[in-house]
């Protein structure tokens, strides 16, 4: 059994693969990298009655990754480099030759893999981290799920200035519903809802439209959304609107956010 870690800016994810299938996955959180791996092992290990001599090895990976210097409990500790990783878990995910993936954590690569290699096309700093900072700060709220329940309550018309504000038709291919710009309009009567749903239109759609892109770059159709940004009912609504006017299919895999841990026990 080979286990898989990745130490995110954010969460920490584990999981177990034996003979190419992923029979185990956590999820944890801690202040440091150390304790976020050890815990993370150790309760993977209670969890599902895994002993240690069913290891045969460990790979780390994630922006915490090099913190962590030693094998851990004496088993071979392996580091995987994050984007390698996410490629790898994108391409078992998706079951396809070639892709390119959006990884959304709490911030955004995007990734082309395929049998020529995998390639960090690159990224935005738009992110989970985007939502859950600017949420703390607008509108107080520190709880993914209290955003969440906000922002299924909003009113976009009330933050952000929509192509209807500015002309009496359609602009190009855009509808009168289509936002011309992100927090451009901001009523003085807007309220938390109308401002957590604007917030997470601003990501969805800053990273929608660059992985429309990324995918046309590649003449490609699809784009995998990887990560924990791939669980946000909301954000997908807007995945699948801008899927509407660009023709990118947006897809959103089972275990999206265990993409990187199961690539780096794949490595
Ligand atoms: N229950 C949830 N459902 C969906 N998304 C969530 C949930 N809880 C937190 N998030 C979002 O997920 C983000 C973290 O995602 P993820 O765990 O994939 O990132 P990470 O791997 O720690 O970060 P990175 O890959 O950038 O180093 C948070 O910033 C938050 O916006
Ligand atoms: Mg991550």
Known sequence: MIIGIDIGCTTTKAVAV????????????????????????GKLMIESDISMSAINSIAITGAGAFK??????????????????????????????KLVISNIGTGTSIIEA?????????GTAIGGGTITGLSK?????????TILRLADKGDLHQVDLLIEDISDS??????????ASNFGKMLDTASREDIAL??????????????????RSRNLESV????????????????????????????????????????????
Do not use: C, W
Request: aromatic letters at 8%.
């Open 114 to 122: 395929g049998k020529d290699g995998i390639f960090h096309i690159g």
């Open 18 to 41: 034996k003979e190419g299938r992923v029979v185990k996955t956590i999820k944890t959180k801690a202040f440091d990298a150390v304790t976020s791996a050890t815990g993370a092992l």
């Open 224 to 267: 995998l959304i990887t990560g924990n940004g791939s669980n946000n009912p909301i954000g997908k609504k807007i995945l699948e609107e801008i899927s509407g006017i660009y023709s990118i299919k947006f897809e959103f895999p089972l275990l999206a956010e265990y993409t990187t841990a199961i690539g780096a026990a794949l490595k």
């Open 170 to 179: 359609e602009i190009s291919f855009l509808n009168k519903k289509a936002t």
């Open 137 to 145: 700060e607008l509108i107080k709220a520190t709880s993914f799920d």
């Open 68 to 97: 962590i210097e030693n094998n851990l409990f004496g088993i071979k500790t392996d580091k995987v480099d994050e984007i390698t990783a996410i490629g790898k878990g994108g391409l078992f995910l998706s079951g396809k030759e």
């Open 198 to 215: 604007g917030i997470i239109n601003m990501v969805y759609q800053v990273i929608g439209m660059i992985s429309v892109f990324a995918a």
